[in-house]
């Protein structure tokens, strides 16, 4: 039975760009191996950046930049969030609103990164 989710992959235009915005609005982990994908890592799980001009195989069948929309959990209050993003910059596209998550009822927010990816944080209830 699946358990969880490892990592997924994002492929990108510009590799720096995109990992400087995580790493500075979402606190990700930019972790380079030599062989390997760049990766972002947070918690127990990773975001692969493919570059558009140097993927790595295998790879889905037609990789392209700003496709991606996922939704990350975060433990800190919403509020305070929404604070970060502003510190950052980071226009919020829609929220807080309550969505139905895997765990149940959550509040959310959407952004987008460089690429046009949708992101949404959420926070459950505690």
């Known amino acids: 039975m699946i358990v969880g989710i490892d990592h997924f992959v994002l492929t990108v235009v ?16 930019r972790v ?17 950046v493919h570059e558009i001009s140097r993927t790595f195989e295998p790879k889905a069948k037609s990789p392209t930049p700003g496709s991606g929309d996922f939704c990350l959990i975060t433990d800190r209050p919403l509020d305070e969030f929404l604070a970060g993003l502003e510190a950052n910059h980071v226009m919020v596209e829609l929220g807080p609103v309550e969505r139905i998550g895997a765990q149940g009822p959550m509040m959310s927010v959407y952004f987008r990164d460089p690429d046009g990816n949708l992101v949404e944080v959420s926070q459950y209830p505690r």
């Open 14 to 29: 510009s590799l720096d760009a995109t990992c400087a915005f995580y790493q500075r609005v979402l606190g990700f982990e």
């Open 32 to 48: 380079d191996t030599p062989g390997r994908p760049t990766a972002l890592a947070f918690g127990n799980q990773k975001i692969n």
